[in-house]
């Protein structure tokens, strides 16, 4: 686990049209900057309903001008702001902070969890498994999260046993999981 930091997954199913396919995470704020933890809230929507508004991530923008956070807020506000500009189909300026955020505390497994769905939707699905694959090789709270999103880059390109033996790695860490459980049937049923 990374220091004290907490992240916050919501899954959003694949076949919804929501920009924020997949799963995305948030990355909780310690400091008090009550525009941060704003931003973190935004950024917990958006994962969840799969949009937001500029004047919500407009708390994130104001909280990285005033320059009062410890370098773990500022990266996690880059985080969440990405988010936030994913929602608004905005990924230049999600990937733009999500390189800031990288640069400031490249272990945040989130970091590479969002770049890799931002290449998704993209339908640069090499890029995105470089990306999960990342995630997975620093520490994070949801391992589960870059297993299930690299297993469906892998099934996008017919990748059958990569994406089988994701989900079933996101299953070993999540066995109930109904997203994961979907996505492997339905895997095993095209391999069969």
């Not at 930091?5 to 009550?34: E, H, K, N, T």
């Not at 985080?79 to 945040?108: C, K, Q, T, W």
């Not at 770049?115 to 339908?123: K, M, S």
């Not at 520490?139 to 994406?163: F, I, K, P, S």
Request: hydrophobic share 45%.
């Amino acid at each position: 686990m990374i220091g004290h930091v907490a992240v916050c997954s919501v899954l959003i199913a694949i076949g919804m049209l929501l920009p924020l396919r997949g799963s995305a995470q948030a990355v909780r704020i310690f400091g008090p900057d009550p525009d941060a933890q704003r931003c973190f809230d935004s950024a917990k929507k958006a994962v969840k309903f799969g949009e937001t508004t500029a004047y919500a991530r407009n708390s994130c923008t104001h909280a990285l001008a005033a320059a009062k956070l410890h370098t773990r807020d500022t990266a996690a506000t880059h985080v969440n702001r990405g988010i936030l500009s994913m929602a608004l189909e905005e990924y230049g300026s999600a990937l733009a902070d999500f390189d800031a955020a990288m640069v400031l505390h490249p272990g945040y497994g989130a970091i590479y969890v969002n770049r890799g769905n931002v290449f998704f939707i993209r339908n640069w699905y090499d890029g995105a498994i470089a990306e999960y694959t990342k995630a997975l090789a620093v520490e994070m709270d949801e391992y589960q999260v870059a297993y299930l999103n690299r297993g469906m880059a892998h099934e996008t390109l017919g990748h059958w046993e990569a994406a089988e033996a994701d989900y079933r790695r996101a299953l070993a860490l999540d066995p109930d999981w109904g997203l994961a459980i979907s996505k492997l049937a339905r895997v095993l049923g095209k391999r069969n």
